[in-house]
Structures are given as structure tokens and as C-alpha cells.
């Protein structure tokens, strides 16, 4: 199962992120797959929990967004969006075509969530009481 090493390395990332910014936990993750990258979004959203499990994204929700398939005519020169299974340029039908978007996988967007009062409140009462009195 391909999907969960997929996850585990965009959790990596998600973790990463969430030191750097010193998150205490995460709370979305937004992916974009394109059909043309050969990862199954149901699997994707499978390995999820798996991925997740002891980690700062553990509870995260994981949302999957797909991306349109796009091709660069060679012939041409247009830029047209088609389907995954029929690569031909839009504008003159040519099979010359490159592909320009649609076998990728993106980390999009993470929400993260960060305490920054954690530890302090019982600290800042004292020192109010003590200046009053
Ligand atoms: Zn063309």
C-alpha cells in the first residue's frame, strides 16, 4: 500500500511545519491530488489515521482536493485543461502533447493551532495580587 509511505512523508512535512511555527497541534490538512498521480484519494484518506497516530497531527482532518489535468501543445503551442485518459490538445487535436499539471501531489494548506498561554496564568495572578497589596 503505496498510499501510506504518500502519507507518512506528507505528515512529515506537516510536522515540520508545525515545529517550525511551535504548534501544539493540528487541526486541517489540504492536499490536492492530480489524477494522473496514481494515488487513490479514498486509500490517501485510509492511511490517514495510520499516518497521523502519535503525532502533532493526530485528530488532524484531512481534506482532498483534485487538480485538473493540463497538456502544452507542441504543435500549437496552446495550454488546454483535458481528461486523464484522452491527452490530446484542445485546440488542434494533436497527440504532441506535454503534461503540465495533473500527476502531482500538493500539500495545499495546514491549519495549525497555537497555545501561546500555556503554563502562564497562575503566574500573572500572583504578581497582579502582589502589586495591589
Ligand atoms: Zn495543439
Given at each position: ?8 512523508a506528507l505528515i512529515t ?33 485510509n492511511a490517514f489515521p ?84
Amino acid at each position: 500500500m503505496h498510499e501510506l509511505a504518500i502519507c507518512q512523508a506528507l505528515i512529515t512535512q506537516v510536522t515540520d511545519l508545525a515545529t517550525e511555527r511551535s504548534a501544539t497541534s493540528v487541526s486541517d490538512i489540504f492536499v490536492a491530488v492530480g489524477p494522473l498521480s496514481g494515488v487513490e484519494s479514498a486509500l490517501l484518506q485510509n492511511a490517514f489515521p495510520i499516518a497521523v497516530a502519535g503525532t502533532v497531527a493526530d485528530g488532524a482532518e484531512l481534506h482532498i482536493d483534485s487538480l485538473p489535468v493540463r497538456v502544452h501543445c507542441k504543435d500549437c503551442d496552446a495550454e488546454s485543461e483535458v481528461s486523464a485518459n484522452r491527452l490530446l490538445c484542445a485546440q488542434c487535436g494533436t497527440w504532441k502533447t506535454r503534461l503540465v499539471s495533473g500527476d502531482e501531489l500538493l500539500l495545499t494548506r495546514v491549519e495549525l493551532e497555537i497555545d501561546k498561554h500555556t503554563g502562564h496564568r497562575d503566574l500573572s495572578r500572583t504578581s497582579e495580587l502582589a502589586a495591589e497589596g
